[in-house]
């Protein structure tokens, strides 16, 4: 639940003008590029450019082609200032500053230090809590899940192709139902499992369903949105319920209740929509950094769950 749910509705709506921006739509733009590209990306020149081009940049899949792009974005944006017009987005995206390999810097630190958080809090978890809590199974797969989909964040931010773009979409996906899967099992599952034993099913028939339509049909940025804006919100206001009706009898659950008002309070940072300050930091790498506290949170909230829960069920294997 932690980070990834508001991120990925409010990503897939930028997402959607990819395919053509103000500035990748200008003949400077283009003309830019085609020129480089005949310059530069064939022949000897292709050669000179291979042999000379740094060894992560090659392991990162950045090509001549990339290149001119992002030279020609910088030469558009000076025209740009020059003229005193409002910096263009190209393809989708500001523009934003590469350093080394990473296409979108602040972005990528935050996310890979938002899957630290995830590991720290993990390994915290499970040296304080034993295997036997009733939890712990649930708790610990939502902690693998949550780090792979910071990790694939991590690589779609340092080099955005088709296939991290999908990665990072598919797995903040399945980020998002697994937090229903843990809420459904501590709120249900544990009083009943074959409800949850379904209700998993059900949640994975659903992300089989999801991830095929975008692979082999048509990858919607719209439905995309919709879907998982519908399946946030189930998240949401589910964990919220259940915090409201339980908070009195245990005071751990205001921990959850202030990371699901956090996050849909930081994902409002997202509608700030503007140019990259230094070329690096923007609204959504902003989001990103808010969202690292966070994650500690809701983990501390799991570990001390998972322990009222352990307390709990051996109270009751006494007494019986």
């Known amino acids: 639940m932690a980070g990834r749910t508001a991120r990925l509705v409010l990503l897939a709506g930028a997402a959607a003008l990819a395919s053509g921006s103000q500035g990748d739509r200008e003949p400077v733009y283009r003309d830019c590029v085609l020129g480089c590209d005949e310059r530069n990306c064939s022949g000897n020149a292709l050669k000179h450019f291979r042999s000379h081009q740094p060894i992560y940049m090659s392991l990162a899949g950045w090509t001549c082609r990339d290149d001119c792009k992002y030279e020609c974005m910088w030469v558009t944006v000076g025209l740009y200032l020059q003229e005193g017009h409002e910096v263009p987005q190209f393809h989708g995206k500001w523009p934003f500053s590469r350093f080394l390999c990473f296409q979108e810097p602040a972005s990528a630190v935050a996310s890979f230090l ?154 409002l940072l997202e509608l700030l929509d503007f140019p990259p300050l230094f070329w690096v930091l923007d609204a959504h790498a902003i989001w990103h950094f808010s969202t690292i506290p966070v994650h500690v949170l809701f983990f501390s909230f799991l570990e001390d769950d998972s322990l009222y829960l352990l307390k709990e069920s051996e109270a009751k294997f006494k007494l019986d």
Not at 239 to 265: D, E, F, I, T, Y
């Open 114 to 267: 938002n899957g630290l958080a995830s590991l720290v809090m993990l390994c915290r978890y499970r040296a304080s809590v034993p295997a036997s809590s009733p939890m712990y199974p649930t708790c610990v797969a939502f902690a693998w899940v949550s780090l792979n989909a910071w990790f694939w964040s991590t690589v779609f931010h340092t080099r955005d192709t088709d296939l991290t773009e999908k990665m990072d979409y598919f797995c903040a996906s399945t980020v998002i139902l697994h937090s229903v899967y843990l809420c459904c099992v501590r709120t249900v599952g544990l009083q009943c499992p074959a409800v949850a034993s379904a209700f998993r099913a059900l949640l994975l028939l659903m992300l089989t369903a999801h991830v095929s339509y975008l692979s082999l049909i048509h990858f919607d940025y719209g439905y995309n949105l919709a879907a998982n804006v519908a399946i946030g919100l189930v998240n949401a206001v589910w964990w919220l319920a259940w915090c409201l009706r339980n908070q009195r009898r245990l005071p751990h659950a205001r921990k959850c209740m202030v990371v699901v008002l956090l996050l849909q309070g930081l994902s």
